[in-house]
């Protein structure tokens, strides 16, 4: 895959060594629901930035509501409040939008994230498997800013020439059950999911905290 590449991971993978990682950033999950904390999520945050890899975070919802969306959002920046916080160089929020949660709940979500730290950017990612695919791609077009969020990931297996003509920051085209295209594995990590960036370093910079 050309483009500047990255992964993203959970307690789901094991890193043995983080300084043996080749990739250019790396996204962990770092909260789920109301109370779910990954419980590798510390680990890999410190180890990221210990070895100057670009990191970020986000929060699996299961919100169906905004007013649901909003106290997951308060959770998912209480974990990140835990380490230290988001620092600069650190990629932005980011809200996994998948089965079990709805745009409703995305809507609340991000709007709680920017409410409660002004000036904020935030990061949909978003599947086949939360609308029919018939609709997925109508649906996001007539969404101004993707629920309120400001950059859009998205997760489309299959074709290699790219998610479509839709818009987008971020694709993840393959996972860690061998889903995509080659390949399926980071060097250091092993299988997981990878991504890839539309607009190399440069929009990557934009999705990072300043």
Same mark, same amino acid.
Do not use: N
């Given at each position: 895959?050309?483009?500047?590449?990255?992964?993203?991971?959970?307690?789901?993978?094991?890193?043995?060594?983080?300084?043996?990682?080749?990739?250019?950033?790396?996204?962990?999950?770092?909260?789920?629901?109301?109370? !779910?904390?990954?419980?590798?999520?510390?680990?890999? %945050?410190?180890?990221? $930035? @210990?070895? =100057?890899?670009?990191? /970020?975070?986000?929060?699996?919802?299961?919100?169906?509501?905004?007013?649901?969306?909003?106290?997951?959002?308060?959770?998912?920046?209480?974990?990140?409040?835990?380490?230290?916080?988001?620092?600069?160089?650190?990629?932005?929020?980011?809200?996994?939008?998948?089965?079990?949660?709805?745009?409703?709940?995305?809507?609340?979500?991000?709007?709680?994230?920017?409410?409660?730290?002004?000036?904020?950017?935030?990061?949909?990612?978003?599947? !086949?498997?939360?609308?029919?695919?018939?609709?997925? %791609?109508?649906?996001? $077009? @007539?969404? =101004?800013?993707?629920? /309120?969020?400001?950059?859009?990931?998205?997760?489309?297996?299959?074709?290699?020439?790219?998610?479509?003509?839709?818009?987008?920051?971020?694709?993840?085209?393959?996972?860690?059950?061998?889903?995509?295209?080659?390949?399926?594995?980071?060097?250091?990590?092993?299988?997981?999911?990878?991504?890839?960036?539309?607009?190399?370093?440069?929009?990557?910079?934009?999705?990072?905290?300043?």
């Amino acid at each position: 895959m050309r483009g500047l590449t990255g992964c993203d991971i959970s307690h789901w993978e094991t890193v043995a060594d983080w300084g043996a990682v080749e990739t250019e950033f790396c996204i962990t999950k770092a909260s789920q629901g109301t109370e !779910f904390v990954d419980p590798k999520f510390a680990e890999y %945050w410190k180890g990221m $930035k @210990r070895v =100057a890899l670009r990191r /970020g975070s986000f929060h699996f919802l299961e919100a169906q509501t905004e007013s649901q969306g909003a106290v997951e959002a308060r959770h998912y920046l209480h974990v990140l409040d835990t380490v230290g916080g988001l620092k600069p160089g650190d990629l932005t929020y980011c809200c996994d939008m998948e089965s079990g949660s709805t745009p409703a709940g995305a809507v609340g979500f991000i709007a709680e994230v920017k409410r409660l730290k002004p000036g904020a950017t935030v990061i949909l990612y978003c599947s !086949f498997s939360v609308i029919p695919q018939r609709t997925f %791609w109508e649906f996001l $077009k @007539r969404k =101004a800013k993707w629920c /309120g969020g400001d950059f859009l990931w998205v997760a489309r297996y299959g074709p290699a020439t790219g998610p479509g003509l839709l818009r987008w920051h971020i694709w993840q085209w393959t996972d860690e059950k061998g889903q995509g295209v080659e390949p399926h594995e980071t060097v250091g990590i092993g299988r997981c999911d990878q991504d890839v960036v539309h607009g190399g370093q440069a929009k990557l910079e934009r999705m990072t905290v300043e």
